[in-house]
């Protein structure tokens, strides 16, 4: 009696509202998509942070030892106004050196302490400003210890310069907030308890006009929505998302690919927060950005991707508002990378509900990414198969015929000859569910002749002894349960190559007594053996003589 198919249907939702990995690709991005973004926000990180460059003439080095640092230190927190504003001049002129900044010795003399003193008392914009660059350029360090910036007294001194006219002076504030957020959970959360939401919209709402003091609120927002980080606490979703709102409205391609950043995030964090995101209204608004420009558009369909990884009720949002009419035009893309992003999107999609599904099947976009599996590049060769496997468990006999007459087996044996132990995995579940499929209409035979005709079922024998556990079992519950007689036949060609070991092992052992018990004959003997071949021979001689020869 045939032992009963693991479960292969898609298990339920978990709290966080994604699918489980092992069955679906709709986190997939995890793996895929966040290395390449984390890697680009750091590239882009660092040219926010990187220092305004002075003129030539203050390359020189102003600190050459530790015992430079204390004086430059002394130098900042002199009551002496000109002393103090010269010094300070001399700190930002040392950081833009390329030279040993002793960082952790100017932290250690609490020299945020004292920038922050006279970012209160200073009596001039030009000492704040001094004082507010030397800050942010400090906290664009990647500093270790994060608690020498995250105290009030620093953030409310930030905080108070964001509320006056002074453009150049928000502009530092912002970025050294920023900065002080990108350093994790704790710091980011350390800066939002300080309403410095309420400040951003105030900002923005008078400052508007600048594209400088936009471009770093939009900064900001996206380094607070970083899924890295973890999920922004669902209390600061709101008023993040009415700053967002006014931010899409703007014409500067930065800003917006900031906004589009942040969106993303949002999106790829949990099912509330994306309820949330969708409820607003401003998914419906990034496809007017398809097709705008390279990047604008990538980030959209980067939106469009994390929205369609999580509940099904979201893909159907996404469904309702004609995300089809948006997409189909890039099926056909020469570029490989918006068309791998619009396959993932669809994979995501064919892992949804059977009215999804059936919408995809109505689009007639299959034949496309067969030709994709077959003959695309690797990317999207990927991204293809992993259409075609979800879609298949959900899919009828009638659906998944022109993925049989299109050598679907065939192709999926590259899938199983790869180093990819998650494709791996998933082709092996797409041939059970092929075989189950046809066993439940009482066509086993039939599919089972395709698996054996296609080359996939030699695949599957060479994987029974994969080191992988899943591939492992998977590739031995298809041979138990439906190709019996395979397993028959590798047990007797087993114990065949076993007797043949066996006997060769015994011929082997045979041959080393006998050559053991020459090793050990007497010398006499072996003399006495010559004697007697010697006389042997000249008796066949002389017989040999009798007989007329």
Known sequence: MENKDPILEHSNLPE??????????????????????????????RKRNKARSLSGEFRRAIITSVDDVAKLVQGCSNPNRGVADQAMFYLRRHLC????????????LNIVDVLVSRLVTGETDDIKYNALWALAYITSCGCQDTSFFLRES????????????????????LLALSNIIAEGPVPREFVLRSNILSTLNQILNQHRSSISVTKNISWILRNICRSKYGDVPIEYIEPILQILDVLIGHNTENVLSDVLWSISYLADSSSDHVSLLIESGIVDKIYMFLGATKKLTVNTLRVIGNISATEDKNIQHLFDNGVFFHLRKYLNTPNKRLRKKVYWILSNFAAGTRSQILTLYSLNIFPQILEDLEEGEFGIRREAFWIISNIVHNSTIKEVQPFLRSNMLCMMRKYLENRDYDMIVAALKVVVALLRLYSAH????????????????????????????SIRFWAIHILENYFPEECEQDVEDKDHEQDVEDRDHEQDAENKDHEQDVEDKDPEQDAGDEEILYNGQSDLSNELNQCGF
Request: proline share 0%; charged share 30%; hydrophobic share 30%.
């Open 442 to 469: 009482n066509n086993k035979e039939y599919m089972c002749q395709k698996v054996c005709q296609s080359g996939v079922l030699d695949c599957i024998k060479n994987l029974q002894t994969n080191t992988d556990d």
């Open 16 to 45: 966080n509202g994604k699918r489980n990995l092992n069955l679906v690709k709709k986190d997939r991005v995890g793996k895929t998509d966040v290395s390449l973004r984390d890697k680009r926000d750091n590239i882009l990180r």
């Open 154 to 173: 620093v953030i409310s001194a930030l905080s108070s310069l964001l509320c006056g006219n002074n453009l150049s002076l928000i502009e530092q504030s």
């Open 97 to 108: 050196s390329k030279r040993k900044l002793y960082l952790d010795k100017l932290l250690e």
